[in-house]
């Protein structure tokens, strides 16, 4: 019998805290969470450490900043000589295995470095097996998928599916299939070593469109304004082509709020599956987001060009009665970055970054006194949304195109900017960031970047060789669903 429990991983795309119900929000998104965080740790102030996937899950399982992991905006790879948690718990004596519902987490990427056992969408990938990670589809089968445009083709498969309400809950590529990919795995697992288990789940990732039962949950509009939002074009808003109404803006969210509903209820499923085999006591269960998701605060959508807290606030929940007291609550500051070295702290295992300016462990006495955040410039991303579009040109994204920073204390927020827009925020009276309150002579703006300069100044940027790792064709086609390509 191994001395160290299982460790159970999850990272939620795209989901803001202040949407969990389990968080205060008023409406119900929540109660199967609720219910595992009664048992657990709740985080009232957690951050991530970058504001997209794949740069704020390189830092979730290495715990390093973007800077010195080298997975940014710039290049989409974690080199194998940037260890994660997998690598190390593999050498622990841990079986390793992820399971991955978006394709920047992908051996493309770098990302399944350490894993015994690597899914994608519930299907198993081996990157020495000379197979891509996106199946490429015959020429046919891609012209018969796409006869229908999007909308149409959800309302048929909902008029197909009104008398079968489970064949509804089956539609979904991610989380339907990761839970049925785990429970057969699990089936098979002998449990001589325990497992390391790292499942990213893409919902509630835009489109908001969870299946039929969740996406009429909180939606008050009738279906045609329901299915409007598989259209809802976010490159038109950015390029300045479009605004959206309050009443396009709040049916949005409920479609957010019934994709939460809808990964809430797998969630409880997943997790009273491991209750019924008696194996949850004996693991430690650690639920977070990769970053949030802006909904119109300071004028921004979805999670790209910016630092605000709508966008890098995240949830985190911890269950293990060893390490953490059941049925607590912190306020305490903390990031992503900090999850690795709780893991290494808790299993007693040597993470070579805890005496630098990294990740911090949560079951050490010293708490954090700010938290840090990066972003680079977006600009790879959007010469690609300009391959499909000839009414847009880069100058109408030319606002975005910076590096930013933020310091973030429970006080004041600095996020600086590249381009000279830097932005300073009282928190303490303007926790929305409506009022940017920069000024170079600011003895409070001076104090906070004097103490950002500090801290950077200890990285050792990541160093990576010329090669750009990178996607095919196909998989840049299966991208564009997501609004990355």
């Not at 219910?35 to 290495?62: C, D, K, M, P, R």
């Not at 987490?105 to 081996?126: A, V």
């Not at 299915?227 to 479009?242: A, E, M, P, Q, T």
């Not at 929305?432 to 950077?456: F, M, S």
């Amino acid at each position: 019998m191994s001395k160290h429990p299982n460790i159970l991983l999850i990272s939620i795309d795209s989901l803001r805290p202040d949407h969990l119900s389990l968080y205060g929000y008023h409406k119900e998104t929540s109660p199967n969470l609720e219910l595992f965080a009664a048992q657990g740790i709740i985080y009232e102030n957690a951050f991530s450490a970058a504001n997209w996937t794949g740069a704020a899950v390189s830092s979730l399982l290495t715990g390093l900043y973007p800077t010195c992991h080298g997975y940014t905006n710039r290049r989409y790879y974690l080199d194998p000589d940037v260890e994660s948690i997998a690598t190390l718990l593999q050498r622990a004596g841990f079986y390793t295995i992820c399971f991955s519902n978006n394709l920047y987490i992908s051996h493309k990427t770098g990302m399944s470095q350490g894993f015994d056992k690597f899914l994608y969408q519930g299907k198993e990938e081996r990157q020495d097996s000379g197979k891509d990670l996106i199946a490429k589809e015959s020429r046919l089968a891609a012209k018969l998928k796409n006869v229908l445009p999007a909308r149409p083709k959800s309302l048929l498969k909902d008029v197909l599916d009104h008398a079968n309400h489970k064949r509804m809950l089956t539609r979904d590529k991610g989380a339907f299939k990761t839970e049925t990919a785990f429970k057969k795995w699990f089936n098979r697992y002998n449990g001589e070593k325990p497992f390391f288990a790292y499942i990213h789940y893409q919902e509630p990732h835009s489109v908001y469109f969870p299946p039929f039962p969740f996406r009429r949950r909180f939606f008050s509009g009738s279906w045609v304004y329901e299915s409007k939002y598989l259209d809802f074009d976010l490159i038109d808003f950015f390029g300045g082509k479009v605004e959206f109404t309050e009443q396009q803006i709040n049916h949005y969210k409920e479609l957010y709020d019934g994709e939460i509903a809808y990964l809430d209820w797998r969630l409880g499923r997943l997790l009273d599956y491991l209750k019924h085999n008696r194996v949850l006591d004996n693991t430690v269960v650690i639920v977070t987001a990769d970053h949030g998701e802006n909904m119109g605060e300071n004028g921004y959508f979805w999670h790209a060009f910016c630092l605000y807290d709508s966008l890098i606030r995240i949830p985190l929940i911890i269950r293990y009665p060893e390490w953490f007291a059941s049925a607590s609550l912190s306020s305490e500051l903390v990031q992503i970055v900090d999850i690795v070295p709780t893991l290494a702290d808790g299993l007693n295992l040597n993470w070579p970054f805890s005496k630098v300016r990294q990740g911090e462990s949560l079951l050490a006495k010293k708490h954090r006194s700010a938290v840090l955040v990066e972003t680079f410039s977006a600009e790879k991303m959007v010469k690609r949304w300009l391959k499909r579009r000839n009414d847009l040109e880069m100058q109408d994204f030319q606002q975005y195109f910076r590096d930013l920073v933020a310091y973030r204390t429970n006080k004041y927020k600095l996020i600086k900017s590249s381009d000279g827009g830097s932005e300073f925020y009282d928190l303490e009276n303007d926790p929305l960031e409506g009022q940017n309150l920069y000024h170079q002579d600011d003895p409070r703006v001076i104090a906070c970047e004097k103490k950002l300069d500090e801290w950077t100044g200890t990285f050792s940027p990541h160093v990576a060789d010329e090669t750009q790792p990178g996607f095919d064709k196909d998989t840049w086609e299966k991208m564009k669903a997501l609004g990355y390509a």
